[in-house]
């Protein structure tokens, strides 16, 4: 639950997938700087292990997590250099047990009643909804609430500064996952500053929606 508290507080959870290990640094410091002190490093790198590594040693007291899952040598890896929780894609039982294993945070995702019931049936209240707009989660949450009040959510997936309101708005919708604010196209050019910006626009804006201190 106090990983849970801190999502909600936060609201947006930057989701960024790192090209060159010159980008961590910066990257992670412009987003404390904007306000947003967490980030979600996907596995879709050869550098992700590293990158999670670098910004544990140089910012830990920054909530980082480990995304896109796909196989249980990832999730150790991402144990390995100290991630603070774990997220999938989809719904692998495979990986959740590993990462219960180790007691710890694993976010697994789903997009159907079907997955929601298999994760509550293993006592999982807290999913990754993907992909949120291309499934129109904005309704489909709501709807999935009616059968399964118990359930929360961080939708991901086509989540933006100008939709993020309406998913917020959403009961049982802890956060969403962004990946907007540090875009890959602005890692590259080195626009860290644009970075920033984005982090200090979702914070504001989140603190105008929940009324976060």
């Not at 490093?41 to 544990?56: E, P, W, Y």
């Amino acid at each position: 639950m106090g990983l849970e508290k801190r999502f909600y507080e936060l609201g947006i959870i930057p989701v960024v997938a790192f090209s060159d290990i010159e980008e961590v640094v910066p990257t992670a410091q412009a987003l404390i700087n904007g306000g947003l002190p967490a980030i979600e490093v996907t596995f879709r790198t050869d550098i992700a292990a590293g990158a999670i590594h670098l910004i544990k040693q140089m910012f830990p007291k920054m909530l980082v997590g480990a995304g896109t899952l796909l196989s249980i040598d990832q999730v150790e890896q991402a144990i390995k250099v100290g991630a603070d929780f774990f997220v999938a894609p989809g719904f692998n039982a495979d990986l959740i047990t590993q990462a219960w294993e180790y007691d710890l945070m694993f976010i697994p995702g789903c997009a159907t009643a079907s997955e929601v019931d298999e994760a509550l049936r293993m006592n999982i209240k807290f999913v990754k909804f993907f992909p949120a707009e291309a499934c129109n989660a904005r309704k489909y949450i709501s709807a999935l609430n009616g059968p399964y009040p118990q359930m929360n959510y961080m939708p991901t997936g086509g989540i933006s500064l100008e939709n993020m309101a309406e998913y917020l708005e959403i009961d049982n919708v802890v956060c969403c996952g962004g990946s907007w604010i540090a875009s890959s196209s602005l890692m590259q050019s080195g626009n860290f500053e644009q970075v920033r910006e984005n982090a200090k626009q979702v914070a504001e804006k989140v603190k105008s929606i929940r009324g976060n201190n």
